[in-house]
């Protein structure tokens, strides 16, 4: 693995939101083709992560590498935005259009033309929907008629629409049920691997750390420090054996 693109490096990272502590990362680093799933960070500190991650905001102390770059030296928006198009994000703040329908909301980032779509940009959106699993019949829904579960697959479709190099989600599982959460987890897992993502999934739930990522680490708050969880790893394998 060590031989692999360091593509997200995180040294002595802090930053305070107004929480109850800062937060902390002491070192984190994301690889070309590696799997994370990051216990122990709540969803507003999810949220400030994924922004010191993707430069929108800068940390109070330390240093972020993205691409091998340090995300203080990226100054001017235009270098950003391209910077931004290198991440997926799995979010909740990610905007789907409830009027739309599934296959119009999946569209937009290929095309403005969702009306009549140019015949690349359908077909490009069909090949997403089968690799996320939404039907066709789900695709020509509503966006606000579908189930929790169907709209988390229609943002990680939009996640993957610019071929990103890295995969960031923010609590992807918070509004499944325990039913659904497996599925979406090994599928989460399955696409991270066959793109040869980066992944970077925060979650509360150990059991769904440990089927949608390769590794699980939790992050003790008062000194930043990411401890992985083996136990759980082992746990989750035997059990996939069974």
Not at 94 to 111: G, K, M, R, W, Y
Not at 209 to 231: H, I, K, M, W, Y
């Amino acid at each position: 693995m060590a031989d692999r693109e360091l593509l997200v490096e995180l040294t002595g990272v802090s930053k305070d939101y107004r929480a109850l502590r800062p937060l902390r990362i002491h070192r984190l680093e994301l690889r070309a083709g590696q799997s994370i799933a990051l216990l122990g960070v709540d969803a507003a500190m999810s949220e400030v992560l994924v922004n010191l991650i993707t430069g929108a905001q800068l940390p109070d102390e330390g240093e972020i590498r993205v691409f091998g770059r340090a995300t203080a030296s990226i100054t001017a928006v235009d270098e950003w935005v391209t910077e931004l198009d290198r991440f997926g994000l799995i979010s909740d703040r990610a905007v789907l259009v409830e009027q739309f329908t599934a296959e119009q909301n999946l569209a937009l980032p290929i095309s403005l033309d969702i009306e009549v779509m140019p015949p690349g940009a359908r077909e490009e959106v069909r090949r997403l929907a089968a690799e996320v699993g939404l039907s066709a019949e789900t695709m020509a829904r509503p966006t606000s008629a579908l189930a929790p579960t169907d709209q988390l697959r229609l943002r990680l479709g939009r996640a993957l629409a610019l071929r990103p190099r890295v995969l960031l989600a923010e609590h992807p599982n918070a509004l499944l049920s325990r039913q659904e959460s497996p599925s979406f987890a090994r599928d989460l897992r399955r696409i991270s691997h066959d793109r040869g993502l980066a992944a970077l999934v925060m979650t509360a739930d150990p059991t769904f750390a440990g089927a949608a990522a390769d590794t699980v680490v939790e992050l003790q708050p008062a000194t930043g420090v990411l401890n992985r969880r083996s136990g759980l790893q082992r746990w989750f394998s035997s059990r996939n054996k069974t």
